[in-house]
């Protein structure tokens, strides 16, 4: 299995300051679902229940806030359930990014920018830690740089910010859209997270 977790850094992640909005969280009920139906779903709350972090999905509310811990144990018990690696994380990453209604049209009138900006502001929404921030656009290559600051729960996480912001470049009509982590706080390489989206 890709990912490993101690007691210890569960404890850590359960009390660390930061919260998310629910939605984020039942993200990923939608994902299970769709992946494993009620079966797995069972299974997920088992681990949660063996990682001390017992929770129901369906206990959760929109648009209540929660702490930020939750969002990444969630992440590691689908992750352990599905015997997931660092691409399947990528796709449920992907997964979660809901495309509104004529998003791609929105795109169209109001161009790249303005769309990434929404991101932005939707991080802002969803998140009380953590600054999204887009360090460059080049529109001529295709490609965006953004960095995230002051997230440091779990690399999982890095895995499925990746597959997120992927989506995002998917969904602006570019299905050959990547992203990668070029930089990495896990990694000792500097105290941010940095992501390269091409599309």
Known sequence: MYYNVTKEAIDEMLN?????????????????????????L????????????????????????YPCGKKVLSLLAISRVFNMDKRKVKEMGEFSFVRPPLFYLFVKLFGVKSVLKKILKKWR????????EIEGINERKREVIFRLYNFNLHPVFCDYMCGYLEGVGK?????????????????????????????
């Open 16 to 40: 660390s300051p930061g919260e998310v909005r629910g939605k984020v969280i039942r993200a990923d009920e939608s994902f299970i679902l769709e992946k494993g139906g009620e079966e797995k």
């Open 42 to 65: 069972e299974q997920v709350q088992k681990e949660l229940e063996d990682m001390s972090s017992p929770f129901s999905y369906r206990e959760v509310k929109n648009e209540k806030f």
């Open 125 to 132: 929404r969803n998140y009380t830690i953590g600054r999204l």
């Open 171 to 199: 969904a602006m009509g570019k299905n050959e859209a990547s992203c990668r982590e070029t930089e990495c706080y896990f990694k000792g390489e500097s105290f941010f997270h940095q992501f390269v989206l091409k599309w």
